[in-house]
């Protein structure tokens, strides 16, 4: 305990392990702690595996990229399978309202240099035959968004992170800092104190808490979402459905067939829910079956298998806060990943380190610009 590391990482999450992996590879000393058992069992083992750098933000997209790079050759790379598919994302539009936002949109993603484009009905039924066709107007489609398990994904970075050298400390929770003249000395948990250069808070739906823990606060609150999946099936879908369109009770929901055959769905509550209850209720299968049969019909005798709550550590904006803190020179958050998260956590992992060792990147400006801890929170990322 009397050891200094390079580096503290609060949370062994979607964030925290595979910032583990990149600052253990890179050399660093690190040291990771959660109150949980083992890595992801907080909201990493929540997410439903969507990847995509379909966003409306430059940054966010440019994050993912990177993120979509390292998740498509992880097995290349490190030997483990993460059940990566190329699978893609579309969002078919039923009204003209939606079409010209999802073309308006389009238009910037690909002034961003993302690769998408709009497909007209028949072609978007070859890639997913079972749609409803009735008011189809088209659909976006981005074939370089995919889809992986966070359970194998994590599991296997927290592997990668070990054998760098990073060490983990499971069942301990972080309970307060030791602060001197702008700087955290320690790290205090239920069971010891450590020390270090740099401290990271990367405890998602907490991070409000552990932040206030240094007398920083920081606009992130944990968002209930349902989630469930079906039994395996022969393969029948081709990319991810992001229906954009309210429902009762609901805003967008989404849904796509996994490499082993199941179908995995998530819905949007409307109004939110907030807090971090995480009993699943029975009102979402009702609900989101009724929705997914009637965009695609032949859902209809899919036999759900389970169905679970967990929270998106949501910003006003939608937008992650990542960066140092000015109030503590060896502060740093990167937190309130919203819905995205597990497609962030590689490419934010990379982001963290040039952050930390002041080593930026050409992008990195214009990257960091709307993830901001200082900025006014007032914007939207429109696909948060
Ligand atoms: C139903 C659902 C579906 C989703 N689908 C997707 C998806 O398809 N794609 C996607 O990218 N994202 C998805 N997400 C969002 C994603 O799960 C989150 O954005 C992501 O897990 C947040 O990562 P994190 O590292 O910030 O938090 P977490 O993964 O929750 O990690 C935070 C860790 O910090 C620990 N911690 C907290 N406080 C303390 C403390 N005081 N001391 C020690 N440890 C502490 C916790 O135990 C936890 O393990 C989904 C979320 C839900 C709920």
């Known amino acids: 305990m009397n050891r200094l590391y390079d580096l503290i990482v609060i949370g062994a999450g979607s964030i925290g392990v595979p910032v583990a992996t990149e600052f253990a590879k890179q050399g660093q000393s690190v040291l990771v702690i959660d109150s949980l058992s083992s890595p992801g069992q907080g909201q990493d083992k929540k997410a439903i595996g969507g990847i995509r750098a379909t966003h409306s933000d430059k940054g966010k997209i440019l994050v993912s990229q990177r993120s979509i790079e390292i998740f498509s050759h992880w097995k290349e790379m490190y030997g483990d399978d993460i059940q990566w598919i190329s699978n893609g994302y579309s969002f078919p539009a039923y009204s003209r309202k939606d079409e010209n936002l999802l073309r308006d949109l389009m238009n910037i993603q690909q002034s961003f240099g993302l690769n998408i484009k709009w497909l007209a009905p028949e072609e978007y039924r070859e890639l997913n035959p079972g749609i409803t066709m009735e008011g189809l107007r088209g659909s976006t489609y981005s074939p370089d968004d995919g889809s992986a398990s966070p359970l194998l994904f994590t599991q296997s970075c927290y592997f990668k992170a070990v054998g760098y050298g990073a060490e983990f400390r499971f069942n301990e929770t972080v309970l307060g800092f030791h602060i001197e003249a702008n700087k955290i000395t320690s790290v205090r948990t239920d069971k010891g104190v450590y020390h270090s250069a740099h401290v990271l808070n990367t405890a998602g739906s907490f991070a409000r808490e552990v932040s206030q823990m240094a007398g920083i606060d920081i606009p992130v609150n944990p968002d209930s979402h349902e989630a469930g999946i079906s039994e395996p099936v022969k393969p029948f879908m081709g990319p991810m459905v992001v229906d954009i369109r309210k429902g009762r009770g609901s805003k967008n929901f989404y849904f796509y067939q996994a490499s082993e055959g199941q179908v995995v769905f ?104 709307n993830f901001d801890p200082y900025r006014d929170f007032k914007g939207q990322e429109i696909f948060k």
Not at 294 to 322: A, C, E, H, S
């Open 266 to 369: 998530c819905m949007t509550p409307d109004p939110p829910v907030w807090g971090v209850e995480s009993g699943a209720t029975s009102r979402f299968l009702p609900m989101v079956a009724r929705r997914m049969i009637k965009i695609m019909p032949m859902l209809t005798n899919l036999k759900v298998r389970r169905t679970w709550r967990g929270q998106y550590p949501m910003t006003p904006d939608g937008f992650p806060i990542v960066g140092k803190m000015k109030e503590l020179e060896n502060f740093c958050q990167a937190v309130g990943m919203c819905g995205q998260g597990f497609m962030l956590g590689p490419g934010i992992a990379e982001l963290m380190y040039r952050i930390v060792t002041e080593n930026y990147g050409p992008d990195d400006p214009e990257i960091l610009k």
